[in-house]
């Protein structure tokens, strides 16, 4: 796994004006894990093809913004990649709402591009971080003041809910819930970090917002395309013995 660094390790495309993405500094090595400013420089007429892979995090461990390195299998990294995780279920539903042609569409993608600043914040634990990391890193009040009025704006257009429904209504409907189930199990994974001190307790308010957003949001898609939710019925007792 690379290292992580300002830029954007999560993968987000298409978000600018997000000033706090990670990047991973690739470090390629040749031959006998010599490094690129070791090695003859190719020609100008030789494109140089850069590596995806750098082998780094062979041994299971990786390193986070602040250089520090972990097991792949700890808390923040098991935090950033369920973050990444939850983008991805984004971006797939995405692909159903955008071709009923919806105009949260463009809300969606702003939530990504505010995914890759909590991927950020929790790439920087705050037990390693100098000031300077914490400063780039800092995770606002404003994404979750945004979710709460896109809530309160769909709320005002739905039915009142009066019993538990599943997860139903269409195809963009169900992609989001989906997506705040995902939603649920990030903030599962950030809540200890926030606990421990290690990130702000702000990354943990916008993913329960979020989940939030996304579950009216499912509601809403699917009023709009005409489709009936699923209502919870609780089976007889005598049918479950």
């Known amino acids: 796994m690379a290292v992580w660094s300002l830029g954007g390790r999560l993968g987000l495309r298409g978000c600018l004006g997000s000033g706090r993405l990670l990047r991973p500094r690739f470090q390629s090595r040749g031959p006998q894990g010599v490094e690129d400013g070791d090695r003859l ?5 030789t494109p140089k093809i850069p590596r995806i892979y750098t082998k780094t995090g062979d041994k299971g461990f990786s390193s986070t913004f602040t250089g520090e390195r972990r097991p792949k299998d700890d808390q923040v990294f098991e935090a950033l990649g369920t973050t990444d995780e939850l983008s991805s279920a984004i971006g797939f539903a ?11 569409a463009e809300e969606l993608q702003k939530i990504q591009c505010t995914l890759q600043d909590v991927g950020s914040a929790l790439a920087t634990p705050r037990s390693s971080a100098r000031e300077a990391h914490l400063k780039h890193a800092a995770f606002g009040e404003g994404p979750i003041l945004e979710l709460e ?5 769909y709320s005002r257009q739905l039915p009142p809910l009066t019993a538990f429904i599943l997860p139903s209504g269409g195809k963009s409907s169900s992609a989001l819930h989906l997506c705040r189930a995902v939603c649920r199990r990030a903030e599962r994974r950030v809540v200890p970090l926030v606990q421990m001190g290690e990130t702000d307790a702000n990354v943990a308010k916008f993913l329960n917002r979020l989940s939030d957003y996304l579950f009216t949001l499912a509601r809403y898609a699917a009023m709009k395309e005409g489709n009936q939710e699923k209502i919870y019925k609780r089976s007889d007792p005598l049918d479950r013995a």
């Open 94 to 104: 995405m692909e159903f709402i955008t071709e009923k042609g919806h105009p949260f």
């Open 149 to 153: 009025r896109w809530i309160d704006e």
């Open 41 to 45: 420089e190719p020609s100008p007429k």
